[in-house]
């Protein structure tokens, strides 16, 4: 493999440019976490059943599965099922599954 270096003259002004580009990006995505609204989300002690199953791999059939044989528990409020955090571990934890 044959690598060379490489050498490229940019001028004052251009890297100015970049550099208040990188402060604009910067101030951004300050102003996004300052913002963030799912900051509760991810300090709750809950999921939803749809983020459950997205992160054990798993579809709503299986997932009714172990909900029907008392494998994970779940929590109901109106319309949405949670599920506690420590109900993933537990599922990987279960041995024949």
Known sequence: MNTTD???LVGREEIE?????QF????KLTELD???K??????SPY???????KVVRIRRW????LVKSGKIMTM????????????IERYFNQVND
């Open 6 to 8: 490489s050498f490229i």
């Open 17 to 21: 440019a970049i550099k208040s580009c």
């Open 24 to 27: 604009e990006i910067l101030k």
């Open 34 to 36: 300052k913002n963030n």
């Open 38 to 43: 799912n900051r509760d989300v991810l300090d």
């Open 47 to 53: 999921i939803t059943a749809l983020e459950f199953m």
């Open 62 to 65: 299986k997932f009714n599965c």
């Open 76 to 87: 109901k409020k109106k319309r949405k099922i949670y599920i506690p955090k420590g109900e």
